[in-house]
């Protein structure tokens, strides 16, 4: 039975992921609509959903303190704040990289395989605070609240100029109550990199190719995924043919080159501090067994995982295994059903980041990585036109949203 089941869903997320290409691909060199109909938001929308993101993530980072001080009776704050981002989540490989960088050392526990993580976050961090006056996760979660207010007005301007300011309110709602969006506020990558991937498409439709490719290459400093957005400039470089009847300036190689040289920049970390510029994937394979894989394999393993750990892990049955399977389920069927309204080039990176990012050979954070993938909640008020089915999907993620939570901060095994 479990066999059938497995077959049953890596076939479906096969056939899904292709129904979306083949859309794309179709959709990619067909006349594209205009965007005249919808305008940029006034400054003054902006300043209302900075507001509403603001609130969100003071509600978010309140609990993490509760459960903090709960969780560590009469330590200081800056202690017990420390001691709860320790458990499950990177947040003190983050913080430990701020403080002293990459090396081959052990200026701290395991500093030579560190490399496996993106330098741009620990870098921002080290900016702000040169003289380690301030500490260090507290520093890292109260960056995180402008980070967040900064995507949300990004994924908000640029929903709205797609798809309608009503679209573009519940987008944002749906951001903010997805059931792994806490992750938006620890000390870790996922502001920083939704606010420069999402800004990154709003440059390239406003053709400010300089700060486009700046951001780009920011964005693969941030998360590997940041490469991906080289694609969707080519895709909305042929979108941009195919409505105007002529070719875009060439600045649009640039807004393409800086997402592969953040990359680059990324290999050469590797190279000047270990002699090898793909060190990370050594350290990624030896130590973590992770590598590279087919996204609809990932569903069967996680599944082959579940059963073994039933009886004797039911925590990771459930939180590693079965909402793995759910969630990579969920956004291949979103990015399918919306894949005739959302644009090509949104499209395209979604399926490629759900590849990229689901196709690994030992999978654990599959709702943190989507968390930051602003194709779904894109996608979300597209399949679900009608306010009151709005309104069922919005009770159905936020009661998602406090059981995912509350084991987050029981310390499940949710990364």
Known sequence: MVEIVKTVLAVLAAGMFLW???????????PAARLDQNPWPPRAELQKVALVCLAGGVIYQLIFLVFALRQSPGQPVLQALEKFFYYNIDARH????????????EAFPEQHLMIVFFPLFPLLLRILNPLGVFNWHLLGMLVQLPLFC??????????????GRDNAVWTVLFLLISP??????????????????????ICLVKERWVLCGVLGLLAALCR????LLAGAAVIWAIQFVRREKKR???????AAAGPAAGLGIYFVINWVVYGKWNQFSVYQWEHWYQKMGLFFNTVRYLLDYAVSWWASN??????????????????????????????????????????????????????????????????M?????????????????LGCNVVYVLGFVKHAPIY
């Open 20 to 30: 979306g290409a083949g859309v794309c691909v179709f959709r990619t060199f067909q």
């Open 94 to 105: 983050y913080m430990a990289l701020a403080q002293y960088g990459y090396g081959t050392g």
């Open 150 to 163: 900064w995507a949300g007005m990004a994924v908000y301007a640029l929903v709205r100029r797609y798809y």
């Open 180 to 201: 792994a969006s806490h992750f938006f506020f620890p000390p870790m990558t996922e502001s920083l990199f939704l606010a420069l991937s999402v800004s990154y498409m």
């Open 224 to 227: 590997s995924p940041g490469a």
């Open 248 to 254: 875009p300036s060439l600045g649009v190689v640039w």
């Open 314 to 379: 039911r925590d990771s049955a459930v939180f590693i295994s079965i909402t793995g399977v759910i969630c990579i389920m969920l956004q291949l069927l979103l990015l399918a059903a919306a894949a005739r309204r959302l644009a090509p080039e949104h499209l395209a990176y979604g399926l490629a980041y759900t590849a990229f990012t689901a196709g690994a050979t030992w999978l654990l954070s599959a709702p943190r990585y989507a968390a930051a993938l602003f194709c779904l909640p894109m996608a």
């Open 381 to 397: 008020p597209l399949v679900v036109p009608k306010r009151w089915q709005r309104a069922a999907a919005a009770v159905l993620l």
